[in-house]
T-cell receptor, first 112, second 113 residues
C-alpha cells in the first residue's frame, strides 16, 4: 500500500535554511502537499505541487519534486522561530480516490 | 470565506459513553473528511462524505460512524468509547470540482477517562 516517510526531527538555527525531506511510494500520486501544524492546532496547508512539476516556489518556501526517486522536499529560507512546528508531507492520487496519505510529520525546532 | 469550523474544541468523556463531533466545511465545499490524530499512529483517515453519502472509508471499527447533511455539515459519532479513542479529531473539506486540496479545521481534542 501507499506509504509516506519523513524524518522525525530537524533542528536549525534562526536565519538558516531548513530542508525537510519526504519519500513516498505511490507512483500514481498526482498531488503532493506540505502541511504545517502548530501546537494545539489543526493542519494548515502550506503549499502543494502537481506531480508533473519539478519545483514550486512561494515566498520563503521552495518545493522540489524528484518523481523518479519519489522524493519531495520543502526548503524554508531564513527560518524564523515562528516556523517551529510539525510539518507533514502528504500525497494523493486516483489510486486513493484523492484521499491524502500523510507522513508521520517532522518536528522543526528553530533555536536562536 | 470562513474556514472549516469544528465543535466542540475540547471534550472529556468516560469509557463506554458515546460522543458526537460536528464539522462545518468551507462554504461551497461538498466533500468532508475526518481524521484521527494520535502520537502513536499519526494521522489516520476515518471516512469521507460527499453529497450526504459516505464515499471512502478508512480502517476503523464500526463504533466510528458519520453522516453529512444537505448543507454539507458533517457529524461523526463514536460509540462505546475506549481509552484508545483519546485523540485529536480533524475534519477537512474539499471543493471537489477540480480542487483536490483539503483544508483542515482546528480539530476536536477528545479525552476518554
Amino acid at each position: 500500500g501507499e506509504d509516506v516517510e519523513q524524518s522525525l526531527f530537524l533542528s536549525v538555527r534562526e536565519g538558516d535554511s531548513s530542508v525537510i525531506n519526504c519519500t513516498y511510494t505511490d507512483s500514481s500520486s498526482t498531488y503532493l502537499y506540505w502541511y504545517k501544524q502548530e501546537p494545539g492546532a489543526g493542519l494548515q496547508l502550506l503549499t502543494y505541487i502537481f506531480s508533473n512539476m519539478d519545483m514550486k516556489q512561494d515566498q520563503r518556501l521552495t518545493v522540489l519534486l524528484n518523481k523518479k526517486d519519489k522524493h519531495l522536499s520543502l526548503r524554508i529560507a531564513d527560518t524564523q522561530t515562528g516556523d517551529s512546528a510539525i510539518y507533514f508531507c502528504a500525497e494523493s492520487g486516483p489510486g486513493g480516490s484523492y484521499i491524502p496519505t500523510f507522513g508521520r510529520g517532522t518536528s522543526l525546532i528553530v533555536h536562536p | 470565506k470562513a474556514g472549516v469550523t469544528q465543535t466542540p474544541r475540547y471534550l472529556i468523556k468516560t469509557r463506554g459513553q458515546q460522543v458526537t463531533l460536528s464539522c462545518s466545511p468551507i462554504s461551497g465545499h461538498r466533500s468532508v473528511s475526518w481524521y484521527q490524530q494520535t502520537p502513536g499512529q499519526g494521522l489516520q483517515f476515518l471516512f469521507e462524505y460527499f453529497s450526504e453519502t459516505q464515499r471512502n472509508k478508512g480502517n476503523f471499527p464500526g463504533r466510528f460512524s458519520g453522516r453529512q447533511f444537505s448543507n454539507s455539515r458533517s457529524e461523526m459519532n463514536v460509540s462505546t468509547l475506549e481509552l484508545g479513542d483519546s485523540a485529536l479529531y480533524l475534519c477537512a473539506s474539499r471543493d471537489d470540482r477540480g480542487g483536490e486540496t483539503q483544508y483542515f479545521g482546528p480539530g476536536t481534542r477528545l479525552l476518554v477517562l
